[in-house]
């Protein structure tokens, strides 16, 4: 077996299976997708580069390989996290979201240099896409939250509702230093809403209150009875 074929990323398998499976994940990203699927086609160029080395004989020491498959799971680990959220989730997490984000391209963009790709056409002006793209993404979540029926058509119950308003209550109150302006904004926005059209009496927080996103469970209760 060749050297790359030895490579594994956990809980995905092969390299090849675990680029398909983040392909496949980027199409749950919502607005972000474009932005994910152009970082899959910058892991997506190392492999084929590194499959021309292996041909002639030249592949890079371990270390890079383990580098590259490592950031792989790293990716992955980061759509699987974040896939599918609702809108009120991709909202309060979007600074967070995109901040791993361009880390993850920040350490694809280390890789290229490691494999001396750096003239490779995945490797030119991916800064000034991100930005492109990060700007994107903020004009979707502007119409979408601007837009009432949109809103109300993620929240069709007063749980949601109510669970709504209490994260954007707290990420208002209590988390505002995480957050740029235009998100705060959009965050007001979204909370006035729907306050507005379910006649919701907003409460204040409950000192207990967390997000549930905040909160780790332990995947195996320690007491399962006798």
């Known amino acids: 077996m060749t050297p790359l074929l030895n490579l594994v990323v956990p809980g995905a398998g092969s390299l090849v299976n675990a680029l398909f499976k983040i392909l496949q994940l980027c199409d749950e990203m919502k607005e972000g997708r474009d932005a994910c699927t152009r970082l899959h086609v910058r ?4 492999l084929t580069e590194l499959q021309t080395m292996e041909e002639r004989g030249q592949l890079p020491p371990s270390r890079a390989l383990g580098k590259y498959a490592a950031t792989i799971a790293k990716y ?7 896939r599918g959220k609702t809108l009120v989730s991709r909202l309060i997490k979007h600074q967070k979201m995109m901040e791993e984000l361009l880390a993850i391209n920040e350490d694809v963009d280390m890789l290229f240099r490691m494999l001396n790709l750096a003239s490779t056409a995945a490797m030119m002006d991916w800064k000034q896409q ?4 990060r700007r994107a993404q903020e004009k979707a979540m502007a119409a979408m939250v601007n837009n009432d029926a949109v809103v109300l058509r993620e929240l069709q119950d007063t749980r949601a509702q109510v669970e709504s308003v209490m994260l954007l209550k707290f990420e208002v109150e209590q988390r505002s230093e995480r957050q740029n302006a235009e998100m705060m904004r959009l965050m007001r ?3 006035a809403t729907v306050v ?3 006649q919701m009496a907003v409460k204040r927080l409950p000192p207990w209150f967390l997000p549930s996103d905040d909160v780790t469970f332990e995947p195996n209760p320690f007491a399962c009875g006798s």
């Not at 892991?43 to 190392?46: A, D, M, N, S, V």
């Not at 992955?76 to 974040?82: K, N």
């Not at 991100?130 to 793209?133: C, S």
């Open 76 to 82: 992955l680990r980061y759509l699987e996290r974040y």
């Open 43 to 46: 892991l997506k160029e190392i």
């Open 189 to 191: 926005t979204m909370m």
């Open 196 to 198: 507005r059209t379910s």
């Open 130 to 133: 991100w930005q492109a793209d």
